[in-house]
């Protein structure tokens, strides 16, 4: 498929992610939404790229399994998730796509697809995606932070997935930080060194989206044990809507320049307000929903 129909599909459900996640923000600073609230503002381009990897790949939503963690909205968003459940579940409410006792942390979706969230111990999502890999021997992807890949069953989860060759891919989102600390000052290893120590295949690269379409279109059509360290950035804190510091890129902007100079301003314009609109509404639906419920 020529690279600018992939940008477009992937920028169509960025625009979604981004703006629905805008919106979070505001329902959790106008005390709609219930903290914690993991807002995933600067990685929401990630989930569509693999979805769309996966697609070319000619594989269904239930021919693999998707272990984000607790930034994961833009996935259970991506991965065939029903927006409405999804601010549902982030005003804790027993309509929500787990019956308001996941939150934001811990969303799940396996009625239409095999997105498993996880409890909110950090990194715990890891063994489990790499023994559901190997159990399965589905396609199976797990999302993880700079700072799970420190957990000690993360790093004895790459020896096991290296052992029995699972068709795992892991998605290590570096923003380099562990809620404000620095990679430099928490170790003095690189992830992508250990996993070559166990024999896995790991790069790292920045978070741009054909790149990372590109890569995980190899393991799609290839499954077998990869890590995938994707230099990224994120927008708000670990936890909440605020601002610690301007990022020192913005790849959704530059997805959106990239989409206007192939397809048009005035598509990337309607789309982007269309997407604005409709999860402003969608969030003001949930709002009077749970006001009449208190």
Not at 140 to 159: F, I, K, N, P
Not at 201 to 223: C, G, M, Q, W
Not at 244 to 251: A, K
Request: aromatic residues 10%.
């Amino acid at each position: 498929m020529h690279d600018s129909l992939i940008l477009n599909k992937i920028f169509n459900q960025t625009s979604y992610n981004h703006f629905f996640e805008l919106e979070t923000a505001e329902a959790l600073q106008n005390g709609i939404a219930r903290p914690p609230i993991y807002l995933s503002v600067g990685t929401e381009h990630i989930p569509p790229c693999i979805f769309q990897a996966f697609n070319s790949a000619g594989l269904g939503l239930k021919d693999y399994y998707v272990f984000p963690q607790h930034r994961c909205h833009s996935y259970y968003l991506t991965f065939g998730g029903v927006p409405y459940r999804l601010a549902l579940e982030l005003c804790g409410s027993v309509r929500g796509c787990n019956k308001g006792m996941g939150g934001s942390a811990s969303v799940s979706n396996t009625d239409t697809a095999n997105l498993i969230g996880h409890s909110g111990l950090l990194g715990d999502q890891i063994p489990i995606a790499v023994g559901c890999a190997h159990a399965s021997n589905k396609p199976t992807v797990v999302a993880l932070g700079d700072a799970a890949a420190e957990e000690d069953y993360a790093l004895g989860s790459l020896g096991f997935a290296a052992t029995k060759k699972a068709p795992i891919l892991f998605i290590c989102e570096d923003n380099d930080l562990s809620i404000l600390t620095k990679k430099e000052i928490r170790r003095s290893w690189d992830i992508v060194d250990v996993a070559k120590g166990f024999g896995i295949e790991a790069v790292s690269f920045r978070d741009h989206p054909l790149d990372i379409y590109n890569k995980v279109l190899d393991f799609a059509t290839n499954p077998r044990p990869i890590l995938y360290n994707i230099h990224c950035q994120r927008h708000r804190w670990h936890a909440g809507a605020g601002i610690d510091n301007e990022p020192e890129w913005n790849t959704f902007e530059d997805l959106v320049s990239q989409v206007k100079s192939t397809s048009s301003p005035e598509y990337v314009k309607a789309t982007m307000m269309y997407d604005k609109n409709r999860t402003r509404s969608l969030w003001r639906k949930v709002s009077d929903e749970c006001s009449r419920n208190n």
